[in-house]
């Protein structure tokens, strides 16, 4: 659906402007997915080389940014716009959601410095990790080059272990049944695998703008 209103947005000012918008909050989401992973898992401080608060208000801003420019095109232009303008302002929350949840892994590091060490959960972990990293990058490559048969590919290949991994082992940690972790790595483990399913979720609600019409983001094509 996205790629059959693309060259709408091209073609008025507000539109363009608002569509480059988001592909700048896609590139700084990924830039902070990395950032703030880096910071849990591979590190025992949590000193960063970005301002990864900075990058969030600044994603808030260009939500509201582009908020303003789909309301004014809309006030201007009438209903006939009206389906690429929801569609637009979707995506925004899902890149604003992104954002949010990649600094919670950040706030986590903070009070967590030391490297989070996941103990038998560590190969499942780190299997979400990876499987979470490639699916939010390849995400932003389909949306930012309009790719269908991408979005399609990747609406067929969501990981939906991603979600059955994290329900897994929070459960695990809930019920007693894994008991081998101390109870800071424990509440920080749980929050984490919560966190990567979230982000893989917004992804694919990003991934579903591109074949779906509006009243079915974030659902099978």
Partial sequence: MFKQIFELFKTDS???????????????????????VKSLRH?????IPIDIYAMDKKINEFERDVRRKVMTH??????????????LVSVVIDIERIGDYTKNIYDMAVQHPKKLLCGTNEEAVTNMENSS?????STIDAFKSQDIELARKLMEDYKTDISA???????????????????????????????????SAHSRNLVSSIVNPFERIGYPE
Avoid: P, W
Wanted: overall charge negative; some cysteine.
């Fill in 14 to 36: 507000l539109y363009e402007q608002a569509l480059t918008e988001c592909h700048e909050m896609l590139e700084i989401v990924r830039e902070m997915f990395n950032e703030s």
């Fill in 43 to 47: 590190s025992d401080n949590a000193e």
């Fill in 74 to 87: 809309l006030a201007v232009s009438g209903q006939q716009d009206l389906g690429s303008g929801l569609i």
């Fill in 133 to 137: 990293r490639e699916y939010l990058n």
């Fill in 165 to 199: 991994q994290s329900s897994e082992i929070v459960n695990d940690i809930i019920s007693g049944k894994n008991d081998e972790l101390s109870s800071d790595i424990a509440g920080s483990l749980c929050l984490y695998v919560r966190y990567l399913k979230r982000i």
